[in-house]
């Protein structure tokens, strides 16, 4: 060996002489550029995937969210578009924002008196209620406090009641139907609202 | 010229001018030939990646991720030593160990580099192979610019050490 390291050593000029067949192979930046590609190809893959299969974990969710309250006891729940409570040949439809909550838990807790086979419910997204319940006739006008104000509702005379007449309600109408009276009462709604929306909503 | 083509030209051109260098330091700081060109390719993967940053120094830039990369190799080496095979494989590994050992002898230079510790090999490397600057392979290793100066001292020293003796070796072996 002819190499020798004294002060004068240029290291450099000998490590050359030494890797002069070390280069690399031909075509490098291309098989380099070529692993980039596949490497963003496999993480857009990787990402859509990912969207996938959450979107097929969250469809199911928000379909049982939405429409897991269910028809119970005739009272019609209408997915995730506007909510029907039926009693007999009334219907009130609901805004999108209320679900039918009968036969669930989140029951409304309004005092008015019922029958379980006569009463429909449903819960608001914002945290109110409304109940719809079927008394025998000719309770109004007598029964009604003095203080309700007679109003129309569609094609039928209607006392609204102010909030504290029904434990729970914040306001309450009483609707006279031909053979039967129809209470409904609300929590969370003012009496104007509950007057726009079941003047909107009965059939 | 597209942007994307732009810079994949910009890239090449850079690839052709410093590939060989960074390959040959690659092959001093790590252990065998295959392991030097995936870390080469690994750090030009790295620098094309970042090439937005690296573009306006790519020497620079690639110093710094193949010392990088080397280091990672070498911890991990640390962590995960090899496992030597069952005393039935040792014959037919000691040819294969033998015939790259005969191919490897050719590079007394960089074997001697290899018995350097890390870093005086890595000043070394960058100094002679990659025509870094001392400031520049201070920044690139991350030390002082005092730490590469008395490193590359020691480092050259202990090459010439080490050199002499393998020389002394190979009179002994073949007199005269």
Known sequence: ?203 | MSRAAEREAAFTRFVETASTSLLRAALVLLDTREEAEDALQLTLLRTFRRWERAKEAPEAYSRAVLVNICRERWRHRARHPEVTGALGDVGALAGVASFAEAVDRRHVLVRALRKLPAVQREVLACRYLLDATVSETAAALGIAEGTVKSAASRGLEQLRLLLSAEEKKVSRVHPG
């Open chain 1, 1 to 203: 060996m002819s190499i020798q390291a004294d002060d004068g050593f240029n290291l450099k000029m000998a490590l050359e002489c030494e890797l002069d067949g070390v280069v690399p192979y031909d075509g490098l930046a291309g098989s380099v550029i070529t692993r980039y590609r596949r490497a963003i190809r496999r993480r857009v893959a990787g990402a859509v995937s990912v969207v996938v299969a959450l979107a097929g974990i969250g469809v199911p969710l928000g379909l049982a969210a939405s429409g897991g309250s269910g028809d119970a006891a005739g009272t019609g729940a209408a997915g995730s578009g506007p909510v029907l409570l039926r009693l007999a040949s009334y219907t009130l439809k609901l805004p999108s924002r209320y679900r039918s909550s009968d036969g669930t838990a989140a029951r409304c807790d309004i005092g008015v008196e019922e029958s379980p086979a006569e009463t429909a419910t449903a819960t608001s997204s914002s945290g109110g209620c409304l109940q719809m319940t079927l008394t025998p006739p000719a309770s109004p006008p007598g029964t009604v406090p003095r203080s309700a104000e007679e109003v129309t509702i569609g094609r039928y005379r209607a006392w609204l009641v102010a909030s504290g007449y029904w434990r729970g309600a914040s306001s309450g109408l009483v609707i006279d139907t031909p053979g039967s009276d129809l209470l409904i009462a609300a929590s969370g709604l003012s009496p104007a609202a509950l007057v726009s929306l079941v003047s909107a909503g009965l059939s």
